[in-house]
């Protein structure tokens, strides 16, 4: 199994800058890919970002240009760096691991963090 912590969220003003970060603990050498989702409320959860085990990245167009995710493998840590927040950005963000299990996938979340962006 692995644990996901995320930390990092609160309350910024538009056009401000946030970090947040996804600490994994466990089996960490089964994670194949980790993914930072969102969740507005009344709104199904998206992807806004993911690194997968080899370093490629991938990015929700919401988050191209604005957004960085990168991770310290001495650390065990995936952040996920948010630069000219605006208030639709506004939602709980949740980490996600996808984990090799067999042939199969298995996903594991944490906890959430919530950002939240208002002058």
């Known amino acids: 199994q692995v644990q996901l912590v995320e930390s990092g969220g609160g309350l910024v003003q538009p056009g401000g800058s946030l970090r947040l970060s996804c600490a994994t603990s466990?089996?960490?050498?089964?994670?194949?890919?980790v993914g930072w989702y969102r969740q507005a409320p009344g709104q199904q959860r998206e992807l806004v970002a993911g690194?997968?085990?080899?370093?490629?990245?991938n990015y929700a167009n919401s988050a191209k240009g604005r957004f960085t995710i990168s991770r310290d493998s001495t650390k065990n840590t995936v952040y996920l760096q948010m630069n000219s927040l605006k208030p639709e950005d506004t939602a709980v963000y949740y980490c996600?691991?996808?984990?090799?299990?067999?042939?199969?996938?298995?996903?594991?979340w944490g906890q959430g963090t919530q950002v939240t962006v208002s002058s």
């Open positions: 690194i997968t085990s080899s370093g490629s990245t």
């Open positions: 996600n691991a996808a984990i090799q299990n067999g042939i199969y996938i298995d996903d594991y």
């Open positions: 466990g089996s960490i050498f089964k994670i194949r890919a």
